[in-house]
């Protein structure tokens, strides 16, 4: 949302806007503000240890209706599939502002997987005034949802357009990062750089064991590459990581990145392991190849495209796949060279231009 919200506020004349942040994580807000140069109109600060979705869902509701009794919007944004996207939603439903969906009509069509994204997401749909779609297959899963089409604009993502921005500003050197500066000095910059990241619920269980375990093989098997795995907070995230590939000299294990650092990370990378959604449309603006560990993807448009390949949490499957794309240059050199489907960085005006006309 945030080269969004700098759109928006560099339009003084015609849109008076405030940001909410519900501070749903804490830890990784505050850098993404600094870094944007954002600061919330209203911080929520909802973030408590031992957080679960009953309790988060209600206190987003509570709490924003104090906040949209003082302001009174005409226009509520929010992003993508987070609860924080699905209660926020509802207190705007409430509230009788109008609803518009940034990264609307992506589907798995599977309400367990990922948990609990595609619900998030589909409530916010129903909910939705206005559906700014990425791609055109999530402006053809709104239209099978029987949504308006009148009330849905083709946009890109603008991951894309914060992606762009990003990119320019760390490459440049145009921000300081210590963690940046850290990385510089743990990696190895010879050998082959994997990233990986993982923390979807879904996974939790024998999902993170076979993970972990394809991971291990692969460090063993190939000493010329460096395996760089942020790990998630999560307990259940933390516990086998740590467990089965803690002594693994070429695998390093370190604390969650902020975004300036992880932009940059993916860029030195030679491929990225994941079962994020974002890093599915991040990595190939990179031109970097892209393996997700889950069974099925809202982004089946990068699929199509060739820029991921979907292995699940099978052990052969990731191992499999990682081997082709670490031993096979042409490979390689194919799927990295393959055309980005998620947009070419003027998503926000597309969304600043709609609101406009209104």
Known sequence: MAPLINAFAKDQDRFNTKVCVTAQHREMLDQVLDFFEIKPDYDLDL????????????????SLKPVLEEFKPDFVFVHGDTTTTMATSIAAFYAGA??????????THNKWAPFPEEMNRKITGCLAD???APTETSFNNLIKENTNKEQIVITGNTVIDALQFSTEKVSEGQFSDTEIEQLKKTLNFEKKLILVTGHRRENHGQGFLNICQALKCLAKEHEDIDIIYPVHLNPKVQKPVY???GNQPNI??????????????????YLIITDSG?????????????LVMRETTERP??????????????????????????RNPDRYKE?????????DGLASKRILDFISAI
């Open 335 to 343: 799927m990295s060279a393959r055309h980005n489907p998620y947009g």
């Open 47 to 62: 973030m408590k240890p031992g957080q679960n979705l009953y309790g988060l869902t209600a206190a987003i509701i509570e």
């Open 278 to 290: 974002g890093v599915q449309e991040e990595a190939p603006s990179l031109g970097k190849p892209v």
């Open 130 to 132: 206005y559906h700014f």
């Open 98 to 107: 109008k609803v518009c969906h940034v990264e609307a009509g992506l589907r």
């Open 243 to 245: 467990e089965i590939l």
């Open 252 to 269: 390093h294990l370190i604390d969650p990145l902020g975004y300036p650092a992880f932009v940059w990370l993916m860029n030195q990378s």
């Open 301 to 326: 448009e990068a699929v199509e495209a060739g820029t991921v390949v979907i292995v699940g949490t099978s052990p052969e499957k990731i191992i499999s796949e990682a081997n082709e794309l670490i």
